[in-house]
RNA sequence: GACCCGUUAGCUCAGUCGGUAGAGCAACUCCCUUUUAAGGAGUGGGCCCUAGGUUCGAAUCCUAGACGGGUCACCA
């Protein structure tokens, strides 16, 4: 049981005891206190009056928050508690207190972990810390779980997202950086409406999974009898909305794949994708452009952010470099490499990059892009012109028949957006499904594109020139809150079920398998336990045998 | 999926050559009415991740497994 434990029992017996003396430690109907950071900034006055009056009985203040440090010292104690805003000291004594509250109560009862409510006066201590001079003081939760230990915190890792509830209230910082997470969605969610986007809500369960390339969830509607895919992505939702009329749509939600997890992967993430008619992939950019722009002006971030031992610069435009180029470039990849299968897939051969012999052209620039550009884009980096195999719902360049209209952005050598003119053209989108189920066939790639005839059947009703672009918003918050594991950007990150929370099989007798604890003594050798009274245990052994 | 590292008290961590478990904080009992990781005296607290094996003897060595972290692979 997750409560045997001599500190829980220790927390258990003191909510009974607040019980006996007629207080619920869990009382109803209790109210805010004044924030802490209220608290300073309305009493800041105190500190400025004469040495031996820096105080002011006349005022009355309730502060609530959790109990995180006590000082007890004989007839009066300090205890430090936190709010949503921070740590704030309060001050109470024998003699203040009501009598009899601070012996019987205050001091045994109230501990670390507890969350209570302080009120009194505000006060300036010896050392000069603003403080709250408590003339009442009340439970308002009991906690009978101990927090770990104040000074080194929570480290273990595996705790930390587990109960991502003690590493908040350990890790102060990690908080900062899921209210950053929360400012920037918003910020996001607000730049869009500005820019008259209509925020839509489409399927979360697919009856074909589309819009990318990746493994889906499997789940089964009972009633209707068939299997449901948790989505990939909303691609193929959005894009019917946009051939019913809706010239400018956006969607903040999950997508779900069935892959591997990693610092940059998680089952479960959070994308943006939207859609604009009458845009091209060009006019994207530049609205990615303005978003970070928004971003960084509403959040006050620098241009230049720190990222781990990098330095990346924030400041617009970002580069623009064609695909190709970038192997050439970039990536130093010979130039007649960088457009020839065969020489391609030599290339990568000799750099020790498995690879099947069954890929295009574009799949092998995939390849060689992914080996030797990706992790050198450190400043923020717009990828263009990506070869058309390899972007099933482009658009094709009127130009190029081998390109797509299309653009990809790194940062910090991670890929954070994709973004296309939309393939518009029902027949050949018709054709590329068919390509991918073929590809499918050819190199057993699973993640290859499902046909979804109704998708072809809505291009065909016909639809507007329009761009789309989806922009990953986990690796964002990674990249401008400075952490380096998606799943500290995730409140509950993917976690494999804990051993820990199962209930433990019960002691018992080796001979007849008897549970009652207080029949058994250890094994003398070994593991294990006996019976104390031989004579009753063989008893029960041969019963059990018939 | 492969490899490396980790798992010991509620937390953070020691644990030597294989000889049967330690510290700090926290808890408990005392002292202490302006502390700042408060201080002082004392006490209790362990499936040493699990299961096998080697051994007179295993937290320690070996094998398998669980969970976590990292690197790579896979993957947007």
């Known amino acids: 049981m997750i409560f045997d434990n001599q500190y829980i029992q220790e927390r258990i017996n003191k909510a009974q005891k607040l019980r006996e003396e007629g207080i619920n ?111 009442d003081l009340k439970i308002v939760s009991k906690a009978i779980m101990p927090l770990p230990e104040k000074f080194h915190g929570l480290t273990d890792q595996e705790i930390r997202y587990r109960q991502r509830y003690l590493d908040m209230i350990m890790n102060p910082e990690v908080k900062e950086t899921f209210v950053m997470r929360s400012k920037i969605v918003s910020l996001i969610r607000r730049f869009f409406e500005d820019h008259g986007f209509l925020e839509v809500e489409t399927p979360m369960m697919h009856p074909i999974p589309g819009g990318a390339n990746a493994k889906p969830f499997i789940t089964h509607h009972n009633a209707l009898g068939v299997d449901r895919y948790l989505r990939i992505a909303p691609e193929l939702y959005l894009k019917r909305l946009t051939v019913g009329g809706m010239e400018a749509v956006f969607e903040i939600n999950r997508n779900f794949r069935n892959e591997g997890m990693d610092q940059t992967h998680n ?165 590329r499904f068919k390509a991918q189920a073929e590809a499918k066939e050819a190199t057993g790639d699973e993640e290859a594109m499902h046909m979804d005839l109704d998708f072809v059947r809505a291009l065909g009703h016909g639809m507007t020139p329009t761009a789309g672009e989806g922009i990953g918003i986990d690796r964002l918050v990674m990249m401008l809150t400075n952490n380096h594991s998606i799943r500290d950007v995730i409140l509950f990150p993917a976690m494999k079920p804990e051993s820990a929370l199962e209930e433990r099989p019960k002691n018992a007798c080796k001979k007849c398998g008897n549970t009652n604890e207080e029949d058994l003594k250890p094994a003398k050798k070994g593991k294990g336990f006996f019976c104390i009274d031989a004579a009753a245990c063989a008893k029960r052994a041969k019963e059990n045998k018939k």
């Open 25 to 135: 430690p869990y009382p109803a109907n209790i109210t805010k206190g004044m924030p802490s950071s209220e608290f300073f900034e309305h009493f800041a006055y105190i500190k400025e009056l004469d040495a031996d009056e820096k105080k002011d009985e006349n005022q009355t203040v309730t502060l609530t928050g959790r109990i995180k440090f006590v000082r007890i010292m004989g007839k009066a104690a300090f205890a430090k508690i936190e709010d949503n805003d921070g740590l704030v000291q309060i001050y109470y004594n024998r003699d203040d207190l009501p009598e009899g509250y601070y012996n019987n109560i205050a001091k045994r009862l109230f501990e670390v972990g507890d969350i209570i409510e302080a009120t009194g006066y505000p006060f300036v201590t010896q050392t000069g810390e603003l403080t709250l001079h408590c003339k």
């Open 267 to 431: 089952p479960e993430f959070t994308s943006i994708e939207f859609y604009w008619a009458y845009h091209n992939y060009h006019d994207l950019m530049k609205l990615t452009e303005d978003l970070f722009d928004y971003i960084f002006a509403e959040l006050q971030l620098p241009k230049t952010l720190t990222y781990g031992e990098m330095q990346i610069d924030f400041t617009t435009p970002f580069a623009k470099v064609p695909f190709v180029e970038a192997l050439t470039t970039i990536g130093e990849v010979p130039a007649d490499v960088a457009t020839d299968r065969e020489k391609g897939l030599a290339y990568l051969k000799e750099h020790g990059v498995e690879v099947n012999d069954n890929l295009t052209l574009g799949y092998v620039q995939a390849e060689l892009f992914d080996e030797f550009v990706e992790g050198k884009l450190i400043n923020p980096t717009f990828i263009t012109d990506y070869p058309i195999d390899i972007s099933p719902l482009s658009r094709r360049s009127d130009e190029n028949p081998q390109i797509a209209e299309r653009f990809e952005l790194f940062m910090a050598g991670k890929e954070i957006a994709n973004g296309f003119n939309e393939l518009n053209d029902p027949l050949d989108q018709f054709e």
